[in-house]
Nanobody
Framework: QVQLVESGGGLVQAGGSLRLSCKASGGTFTGYLMGWFRRAPGKEREFVATISPSGSSLVYADSVKGRFTISRDVVKNTVDLQMNSLNPDDTAVYYC?????????????????WGQGTQVTVSS
């Protein structure tokens, strides 16, 4: 049973950067589609970014395109989300997710495995 654990959240001022990391335990990310989602207070969980099993295909939500970068390290068994130029609208709990199979990666229903989430707060 693959378990996902996120880290790297925190409080940052607008314009700043954070790097989130997701590490798998009890298994490996190899062959898994991986994604990041977020849920802001009072809102539904929304797609942020996804990366294909090979790492060759990256897809981003329009709201983060050009500011966020998703990457994966097969050796370290981690998936990271580099977040730059943060603004208060990026405040949310960020979740890492994993799926084994052929999915678009943009929908929560695509994923079987979820982390507990890490809080990101951006102050103005």
């Amino acid at each position: 049973q693959v378990q996902l654990v996120e880290s790297g959240g925190g409080l940052v001022q607008a314009g700043g950067s954070l790097r989130l990391s997701c590490k798998a335990s009890g298994g490996t990310f190899t062959g898994y589609l991986m994604g990041w989602f977020r849920r802001a207070p009072g809102k539904e969980r929304e797609f942020v970014a996804t990366i294909s099993p090979s790492g060759s295909s990256l897809v981003y939500a329009d709201s983060v395109k050009g500011r966020f970068t998703i990457s994966r390290d097969v050796v370290k068994n981690t998936v990271d989300l580099q977040m730059n130029s943060l603004n208060p609208d990026d405040t949310a709990v960020y979740y890492c997710a994993g799926a084994y199979g052929f999915y678009s990666g943009r929908y929560t229903a695509d994923y079987k495995y979820w982390g507990q989430g890490t809080q990101v707060t951006v102050s103005s």
